[in-house]
């Protein structure tokens, strides 16, 4: 089992900045964790996927997200970070943490991010 824990939502204005971090604990993260990363769901809206970073550091970003959020891992501590500039109103969403061990994916609960214009 696996548990993660976000942290750094908030409200900011347009064009401002926030970090979230997820931080993985459980007595099986001694295999290793696959990708992490981050998803977003809006209300009335599916989760996207937002950024995913694999354990050798690639990276995968939603083209909305492009050349504004960077994701990085710490594999030691098993850790994961989004570091959101630029944000915009449609930035407003619940953020979920999200990391793969295995063949099996576990969440976080959330921490919301609100974004006004």
């Known amino acids: 089992q696996v548990q993660l824990v976000e942290s750094g939502g908030g409200l900011v204005q347009a064009g401002g900045s926030l970090r979230l971090s997820c931080a993985a604990s459980g007595t099986t993260l001694g295999l290793g964790l696959n990708s992490m990363g981050w998803y977003r769901q809006a209300p009335g809206k599916q989760r996207d996927l937002v950024a995913l970073?694999?354990?050798?550091?690639?990276?995968t970003y939603a083209d909305s997200v492009k050349g504004r959020f960077t994701i990085s891992r710490d594999n030691l501590k098993s850790t994961v970070t989004l570091q959101m500039e630029n944000l915009k109103p449609e930035d407003t969403a619940v953020y979920y943490c999200?990391?793969?061990?295995?063949?099996?994916?576990?969440w976080g609960q959330g921490t919301q991010v609100t974004v006004s214009s």
């Open positions: 999200t990391a793969r061990l295995i063949v099996k994916d576990y």
């Open positions: 970073i694999t354990r050798a550091g690639t990276t």
